[in-house]
């Protein structure tokens, strides 16, 4: 399976990290081998010193498809859940700067904890889900779908053209306003409309 990551999909986090509004989906893909699942503790990595967390919404792939026209793309995921798309702020500055690709900073060895997943079917709106993410149990970053620039069929409309969609696949769906950094002996938990979702201890 892999990861694929939308950046820059909320407003008020472009604003926050001095970027410009995309004309279209940005996104970057992460390896399977970023997973972090049961709420297994996160180890601070030792090639960072900014580690960030970003709170997103993520989709479960349910069908093989390319070129999906974005008023099918609502059948092509069937439950959502929380993750975190854990980011080595450092080096992503680094990269942008030296105009070098993301990997490092995003694509890392647990870069993408992500809950349980809730059935599409018991959302009452899956294009208007509240989330968000609290830190040593205050609330950082609260978000709802019905924000997004981009919304999932969009997103899965337009990565599809490049990349197939297989059944499993994961796509996170960008952060809200917020993000910032961990250190170790932190805990963070995703909240999925008022239900915890999501626990990580930064060890
Ligand atoms: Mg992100």
Request: glycine share 8%; hydrophobic share 40%.
């Amino acid at each position: 399976m892999k990861i694929i990551c939308i950046g820059r999909n909320y407003p008020a986090h472009v604003e926050e990290m001095e970027n410009d509004i995309p004309a279209e989906p940005l996104f970057f893909m992460k390896p399977d081998t970023a997973l972090l699942i049961r709420n297994r503790p996160f180890y601070y990595p030792e090639f960072t010193s900014e580690l960030h967390y970003e709170c997103e919404l993520v989709l479960r792939i349910c069908k093989l498809g390319r070129h999906i026209a974005e008023k099918f793309a609502g059948t092509y995921y069937d439950a959502v859940g929380i993750g975190i798309d854990f980011t080595a702020r450092d080096l992503q500055r680094e990269a942008m700067e030296k105009g070098l690709p993301w990997e490092r900073a995003k694509s890392f060895d647990f870069s993408a904890p992500v809950s349980r997943f809730v059935p599409v079917s018991e959302f009452r709106d899956a294009n208007s889900v509240n989330f968000s993410l609290q830190l040593n149990g205050k609330v950082v970053q609260e978000g709802n779908s019905k924000d997004m620039i981009f919304s999932f069929g969009r997103i899965i409309s337009h990565v599809s053209k490049f990349v197939t969609l297989r059944t499993g696949d994961y796509i996170f769906t960008g952060t809200p306003a917020g993000v910032g950094p961990v250190q170790i002996g932190d805990r963070l938990e995703g909240f999925l409309e008022g239900d915890r979702m999501l626990a990580v201890e930064i060890k």
